[in-house]
């Protein structure tokens, strides 16, 4: 299974974007995936994570503006990002961490 995210782009802080993550293959027998992000200078970190039950973890920055999901019968992971600051500027990367499988980054950028 390869992973390949998609959806950033430039927005105006306040905005909002979706980012997708498309498997091309199934997901179902994935039990945690994530998105990370990793700003210059700075080490790739945990943004949101999603189990196969649904459970869901945020890291404290974007929780009630970020929401993690995912659609098993599409084969693909979401990050709703809403209510976007500039510290939210970064490259996003989607990732089954657990079994080894991480997307290319999707650029977001969020001006002031």
């Known amino acids: 299974v390869q992973l390949q995210a998609s959806g950033g782009g430039l927005v105006q802080a306040g905005g909002s974007l979706r980012l997708s993550c498309a498997a091309s293959?199934?997901?179902?027998?994935?039990?945690?995936m994530s998105w990370y992000r990793q700003a210059p200078g700075k080490q790739r970190d945990v943004v949101a994570t999603?189990?196969?039950?649904?459970?869901?973890n945020y890291v404290d920055s974007v929780k009630g503006r970020f929401t993690i999901f995912r659609d098993n019968a599409k084969n693909t992971l979401y990050l709703q990002m809403n209510s976007l600051k500039p510290e939210d500027s970064a490259v996003y990367y989607c990732?089954?961490?657990?079994?080894?499988?991480w997307g290319q980054g999707t650029q977001v950028t969020v001006s002031s």
């Open positions: 293959g199934s997901i179902s027998g994935i039990n945690i």
């Open positions: 990732a089954a961490q657990f079994d080894g499988l």
């Open positions: 999603i189990s196969s039950g649904g459970r869901t």
